[in-house]
């Protein structure tokens, strides 16, 4: 077995503990994130070394770059690893040292590494949730500065244009500083549509590129972008065994509390993904308004509360769309006039994706398999041009000042 190494990263620096634990043997390196230092440690890597990193922003960034170098890098879960490290002590050091210890004795709790094409999905949804957020912050703040002035509140969309012009003609009634207040907001609505309206096409067009959309689309509630939250959040429903796994992954299980025969259940645990509890909480607002499973539950349960009811039939959403993803077939409960509906609607907007995106250009697949052929073909490695030395307490070293005197 190779060496182990645990890297706890930080934005600008990497602290290094390098282990071979059955020789006893350990150092620590520690260097800026910059390219002729991050060269300098890559080429001290071994074909059989594994490395630990715990997961952070820039965790995938140097899991793609490392793992073409190395035999395994294994991104460890934050939340499950604390109660391994305690709170005792807390260093570089000893939380490098202990992720390349937990790694070599097979303890340390890591997490599922997307693909990088996953990953541009899961970012392209959250641009999209902020901008929406952003939308309905602002259209709430024009709403409740008009209450606040003593003026009719619009109550349809503020997009549309009898709206629109009902808070123009409310306007003119306002004092200079009102006037110009309510303008900006109009303003910064009309800006975070704008920057919608540039994002909706990729979206689709990104959705409607996976195989497995036009299934999840038979589903009621589940529009486009709550297919592509869930395909992104789930990227292979291989790694969920049972239903009961993925409405886990999701944090819409309720919290337990047994024992001695005993059981005790509480709210939602909230853990798992946000963006997958959304998806299946909107998705099942909207399927519990259509006749089907979804609202005859909701029926069922709603005498315990509105929320409570919600979060079943999202769990039971969930449950759906692991089956039809296994098994690969589309919901058959949906009603067909329901369905041609929600098909006609979907193609308006992949046609209109298609009219305002060029076609995708073909992308080198398996591209970091191949590095480190090309690394041997540039150049022959070299030694680490680095000392090797304990931890450094005050923080890796601050570039010198230019001296004043100097040429």
Request: glycine share 6%; net charge positive.
């Amino acid at each position: 077995m190779g060496r182990v190494i645990g890297v706890d990263l930080h934005p600008e620096s990497i602290y290094a503990v390098i282990t071979d634990l059955p020789a006893g043997e350990a150092e620590c390196v520690e260097f800026a994130i910059d390219e002729k230092a991050l060269q300098a440690f890559e080429n001290q890597l071994r074909p059989d070394d594994r490395i630990a990193i715990e997961a952070t922003t820039n965790a995938y960034y140097f899991h793609d770059r490392w793992q073409p170098l190395v035999a395994e890098v294994a991104v460890a879960n934050p939340v499950k690893l604390r109660p391994w490290l305690g709170d005792a002590d807390k260093s570089d050091r000893y939380d490098a040292a202990w992720l390349a210890i937990l790694h070599y004795f097979g303890c340390l709790p890591q997490i599922y590494v997307p693909g990088p094409e996953t990953r541009e999905d899961r970012d392209l949804v959250a641009l999209y949730s902020a901008l929406m957020n952003e939308r309905t912050r602002i259209k709430n703040g024009i709403r409740s500065f008009l209450i606040k002035k003593g003026l009719a509140n619009p109550a349809s969309d503020l997009q549309q244009k009898d709206a629109r012009d009902l808070v123009i003609r409310q306007c003119a009634r306002l004092g200079e500083s009102a006037k110009v207040i309510l303008n900006s907001r109009l303003a910064a609505l009309d800006s975070v549509e704008a920057r919608l309206e540039t994002v909706r096409p990729l979206v689709t067009r990104r959705a409607m590129d996976r195989p497995e959309t036009p299934l999840l689309l038979t589903v009621p509630g589940i529009e486009v972008l709550m297919a592509l939250v869930i395909m992104a959040t789930i990227d292979n429903i291989d790694r969920f065994p049972k239903p009961g796994s993925l409405v886990k992954y999701s944090g819409l299980v309720p919290r337990e509390k047994s024992s001695a025969g005993k059981v005790h259940r509480g709210g939602v645990k909230r853990t798992g993904s946000k963006a997958l509890r959304w998806a299946a909480t909107q998705a099942a607002l909207t399927a519990i308004k259509q006749p089907g499973t979804l609202r005859d539950l909701y029926r069922r349960l709603i005498r315990k509360g509105h929320n409570v009811a919600i979060c079943a039939c999202a769990r039971k959403l969930l449950t759906i769309v692991w089956h039809i993803l296994t098994k690969k077939e589309p919901f058959q409960e949906t009603p067909p006039a329901s369905q041609k509906r929600k098909e006609a609607r979907i193609k308006r907007k992949v046609a209109k994706a298609k009219e305002l995106l060029p076609e995708r250009r073909v992308v080198l697949e398996n591209l970091l398999k191949h590095a480190p052929q090309l690394k041997e073909l540039a150049g022959v490695r070299h030694g680490l041009p680095l000392s090797l030395r304990p931890v450094s307490w005050r923080g890796p070293a601050k570039s010198p000042k230019p001296n004043g005197n100097s040429t």
